[in-house]
């Protein structure tokens, strides 16, 4: 297993990264679909991925309502592992019911949250924090304000933000610098070799400010994995059930799907683990999420890590998946790479 720094942290994180939104939710409809999983078996899939070197665990209040997070906390106590060896995030933002203040990254929702995530984990500060998503209503230096002061409290040790814009991550990190404040370090964001939208913004202004980049939906809940066929065919668990979201292009879906078959046979290697290993390969990666409902799961998508892709092989799945290029960028192409060289 190979290590990164967490954006322009010191911390070291796996650059696979286990997701646990299958945990709990046995009794959700919803959270069942996802994987419902019980202690026992989330105690498996932890322990089978902490012995093979991921020191990175990624979850979230609004994950079963707050079961997945009591599930990681327990299976950490169950298998008796060190805290100072695992890496623990966790997020809010996302409802945690009915009232107008129970979501949001206002100073009475993120203090409310930081206090419940403790105890459900059962620990005493978390690695990394993000807020789940903009909110809107709040304004940032209130948000990062807060966050820093729980930084200072000993609470959080470093801090995040999932589904940003990058000029909301910017103006973020702009009022912390102005103010002193503790800055987010990573942004968790959906990047596949089908669906690319970060790479027009958010991936380049990642690079240029050091930040980090934890990827959600790199199999797009299996559509990616080759269990699934253009014609409807298909079978397995995926969390997609085979049905591609109404915002992605089917054919060029199922085209990406086919340039991934193609590079397994190559490498002797499955799908789900060429999918991964090309987004391993992109520059401001940081770590991949991964989920899993089975050890067996979590033994095929840290395979990923052992994949060697040629530049060839990597380019033929980059070239079916790339983005359109839009008229702005377009036109200005050749003045701006004019000055490539000496970047």
């Not at 990681?72 to 933002?93: E, S, Y």
């Not at 990254?105 to 998503?133: E, G, K, Q």
């Not at 290697?269 to 050890?295: D, H, K």
Request: proline share 3%; charged share 20%; net charge negative.
């Amino acid at each position: 297993m190979r290590y990164k720094r967490l954006g322009n942290s010191g911390l070291l994180v796996s650059e696979l990264c286990l997701g646990t939104n299958t945990f709990g939710g046995a009794d959700s409809p919803f959270w069942s679909t996802l994987g419902g999983l019980r202690q026992p078996d989330v105690d498996r899939i932890v322990g089978h991925a902490v012995d093979s070197g991921i020191n990175f665990l990624d979850t979230a209040d609004v994950y079963a309502a707050g079961e997945s997070e009591q599930c990681v906390g327990q299976a950490i106590r169950n298998l008796a592992i060190d805290r100072a060896d695992i890496v623990i995030a966790t997020k809010a933002g996302g409802r945690m019911g009915p009232g107008p203040n129970q979501l949001g990254a206002s100073r009475a929702h993120l203090l409310r949250s930081v206090h419940d995530s403790l105890r459900r984990l059962n620990v005493d500060y978390l690695d990394l924090f993000m807020i789940h998503y903009f909110d809107p209503a709040t304004p940032l230096e209130e948000s990062m304000e807060t966050l820093d002061g729980l930084v200072r409290a000993g609470k959080i040790r470093y801090l995040g933000c999932s589904n940003f814009a990058a000029w909301q991550v910017m103006k973020a990190n702009g009022i912390a610098a102005l103010g002193s404040l503790a800055r987010l370090e990573v942004i968790e964001a959906n990047w596949s070799a089908a669906t690319r939208g970060i790479e027009r913004e958010i991936a380049p202004m990642a690079r240029d400010q050091k930040l980090g980049i934890l990827a959600w939906g790199p199999l797009l809940g299996g559509l990616l994995s080759g269990k699934y066929s253009r014609d409807g065919g298909g079978a397995g668990e995926g969390r997609s059930g085979g049905n591609v979201p109404p915002v992605v292009d089917r054919d060029k879906l199922f085209d990406v799907v086919e340039a991934i078959g193609v590079v397994a046979a190559e490498v002797g290697a499955t799908s789900a683990q060429v999918a991964l290993a090309w987004l391993l390969r992109q520059e401001p990666i940081t770590s991949v999420l991964f989920g899993a409902r089975s050890v067996a799961q979590v033994d095929d998508n840290l395979g990923a890590a052992k994949v060697v892709l040629s530049d060839e092989q990597a380019a033929a799945i980059n070239a079916v998946g790339d983005l359109t290029m839009d008229y702005g960028p377009w036109a200005v192409r050749g003045s701006s790479s004019a000055r490539d060289s000496y970047v």
